[in-house]
């Protein structure tokens, strides 16, 4: 069963935004000329949630479940240069304003400079660079070493030493030996919560929410959430009120209410943004000099009155100052990436022109009537293109009904905020009928049996009864009326559909033409039976993209449209009845890594396939089978783009690679760029073409194209 952090969580994504929000509430104070105990809920209780909330964040990200238990090798290096990398900026950033506050002069003592640098950070927000850095790697060495248990047990006592350092360190030090053991530690850094006692154990929580099959049930973690926050809330007034803290930020109910308000999140249906993430972290870095800005330019303006002494207002001033640094900068960095970013660094990738994915949606509403709705083929990743990036695109285009081969792409497209309907056509088992539920998907019933199955679960299910009418696949027999009756008449299934499958609809030989004319007539004929048996039918639908090409006058609400909304057909010399204007979606590309000389007589690649038979130029491109490039293309069969002129591939392709032969293409260099499916110039090769080149059709060829593989999606206009 798929884990929960193989999924994206717009939850996670929209919360990060409201943390750093509330750090800056932290930093501002914004109800204190309001009331003094509504500031300090606001800034030292509930925004206390923020920080740990990031830790959790990355230990959901960093340490999904593995085989063995242990953490997932290759992904904390990466974390650790990104987060080593914001530091240093960080600390260059704001050395000027450390020069301005005379904290520089403590540098000059080499402990105190070691205790900022690795402890308490260099300006008083960013100690959590440093504390992500040191929790993350004492987590992964616990969950490397000892397991989760003996981790979550040290991370835990951890956390206990970090508390009575904090708020309840009006307790330790009425202990002499603890008062002291306090000193000590206090001489080394200024506050227990860092990366030694407050991260690991939020790290952890992190790490052991994504190892769960499934989230809790949403009504019982707003309840887990709703009683964990009130007794953190009475805990927090009761310290203030007996001023026990040295500083508030670290509760005994703190870990648990994070466990459940991160359990809630994981509810929060939508599409995961890396947008929102950015911002996040650029207000968190940059307020704090927004802070000194606004309080500088008060000064000069004499607006001190208003933009500092107004508490709620200094909040807003400064909110929104950092607001808009944050955009202007995450903007900037988007064009940056834009500009150098996925198709600049990939060894290989595809590109995704989403105009032409509105234009091909466009030109199939016109040959369809007015009544018959598209139902979008998103299965296999949308047939390589990218099954999130399209449906939302669709979705903003209005369309509404999607259709993919399992349930787990349902799921997927449902996590990630795709509306609508979305129908499962292939069979799913009645022992997941809860998720199907859960995620409000509809469900094909493949015969009377599978119905039986589903409707005994005893849960109200959406479904689309399938007929077969002679493509022996999936479905209810046509004649077998009685059977087709008996599924309508099932008191757990809500029946929204019913439909079929023509298996030679791409075809105008006479003979294909009278098989799918006569697949046609048989399903009317059996809904003709369901409507003497006063059956009022549910929507309808027959046609793919071939039938929805060669069959237009097939009379059904929904047209089941794949290939032809992605703008390519199976074969290049495939004919249809219609016509309308489709262009192609996607191009796949790829890089050239090396060019070769090679003498006459040498040979290129594995098998020797390739004899050079003249003083040759062998350009080396990084993509190959494991890229879905077909092996089949190997030794002159299949050609590629580069510099806008064709040139075959030689020899062998290889997993990663493959080679093709550019003697007669001057002027090749590394880093240029190749074309396997797209335009170069006055050259294009389609899908169909490389497809046929392959022995093989193109829904196989752009299904099977490597999930390696970068996507870059040239936005819609307009």
Known sequence: MTTLSHKTYAGIDRFRLIAAILVVTIHTSPLMDISATADFVLTRIIARTAVPFFFMASGFFLFPKTTDGGPRPG??????????????????????????????ESWRVLPSLLSDIVFNGTFYHLWYLPAAIIGSVIVWLLLKKLGTGPALAICLALYAVGVFGDSYYGLAERIPALNAFYAALFSIFDYTRNGLFFAPLFFLLGALLARRDEP????????????SFVLMLVEGLLLHRYDLQRHDSMYLLLPVCMFFLFMTLLHWDGISRKGLRDLSMLLYLIHPAVIVAVRGFAGAVGLDALLVDDSLIHFMAVLAVSIALSIAVAAMLARSRDKNGAASMARAWTEIDL???RHNLGALRGVLPERCRVMAVVKADAYGHGALEIAACLNRLGVCDFAVAAMEEGVRLRRQGIKGNILVLGYTPASEANRL???????TVIDLSHARELDACGRTLHVHVKINTGMNRLGENYPDAAGALSIFRLKNLVVDGIFTHLSVSDSLDDSDVGFTNQQIKRFYALLGELKKEGIHLPAVHIQSTYGVLNYPQADCDFARVGLGIYGVLSQPSDKTVLKPDLKPVLSLKSRVALVRPVAPGESVSYGREFNARRPSKIAVITAGFADGIPRTLSSGKGEVLIRGRRAPIAGRVCMDQLMADVTDIPDIARGDVVTFIGQDGEEEIRAEEMAESAGTITNELLSRLGGRLEHVFKKEEG
């Open 75 to 104: 992904r904390l290096a990466p974390f650790l240069r990104k987060t080593g990398f914001l530091y240093v900026v960080a600390i260059l950033f704001y050395l000027p304003v450390n020069i301005y506050a005379g904290m520089v």
């Open 216 to 227: 809790m049930p949403l009504r019982a973690s707003l309840a887990g959430l709703t009683v």
């Open 437 to 443: 539920c859960r995620y409000r998907l509809t469900q």
């Open 355 to 357: 105009n032409r994915l």
